[in-house]
């Protein structure tokens, strides 16, 4: 079997406010997301999934413990090392799309991969097949102002894929969104990570939506445990 995508093991991470004022989030957290594997972590706000996720995606770097992706061990890694495996190996989504206001839809995603050095030719032929590949064939040319909230967060998943990534980290993907937009939306997104292949770890509150996932994982205490 091959290593998983995502390893997580033993993390540990705290907020010194003061002594005695530290406070410990995450307590020894383990996790494995293998290609293919959509998992879903649930918490209580506050318990750290936030924070779990940033140490996932290397925008933190946690006290203790490895953080491996495709088998580098990336946790401690040098800064170069960390922004590469960042914008080649990692696409993230927030549950604000964060999308610059300025360009079109079809240029949000066309930038990550102007950054990564692909063509430019390449990169637009690539961002108008992913944004057709939700509904977006129409709107290449609009700018978020123009979108509807349902249609800038699907300009955003694009985004987050655009690099071709082995690992997506979401926050709260449709969390902004009404419930039946949100159900669109999440149908759209599991479309794109089940025809790519790829290990996916999403921090939800929406219970019914993790249920839908292929696993449930709760951050309880600091420590993950397996929820079904």
């Not at 406010?17 to 918490?43: C, H, M, Q, T, Y």
């Amino acid at each position: 079997m091959s290593d998983p995508v995502l390893n997580l093991d033993g993390i540990e991470k705290g907020y010194n406010l003061g002594k005695p004022n530290e406070i410990r989030v995450l307590r020894g957290a383990s996790l494995d997301v293998s290609a293919g594997e959509v998992v879903a972590l649930v918490a209580p706000s506050g318990a750290g999934k936030s924070t779990l996720l940033h140490i996932a995606g290397l925008l933190d770097t946690p006290d203790e413990g490895a953080v491996r992706i495709c088998g580098n061990d990336l946790g401690d890694a040098p800064d170069r090392a960390r922004t590469a495996a960042r914008r080649q190996e990692i696409g993230f989504i927030y549950q604000f799309h964060h999308l610059l206001p300025e360009f079109t839809a079809a240029e949000n995603v066309i930038l990550p991969q102007l950054a990564d050095g692909i063509a430019n030719a390449k990169a637009e032929a690539h961002a108008a097949a992913l944004l057709g590949s939700v509904g977006l064939s129409e709107r290449l040319s609009h700018r978020p102002a123009a979108l509807s909230g349902g249609e800038q967060q699907r300009v955003a998943f694009c985004r987050a894929l655009a690099n071709r990534p082995a690992l997506l980290l979401a926050d709260e993907p449709t969390g902004n969104l009404d419930p039946a937009t949100s159900d669109r939306v999440f149908e759209a997104l599991m479309a794109l990570v089940r025809g790519q292949g790829l290990a996916a770890l999403f921090a939800t509150h929406n219970l019914e939506l993790a249920e839908r996932m292929d696993r449930v994982v709760r951050l309880e205490d600091g420590v993950l445990v397996d929820a079904g």
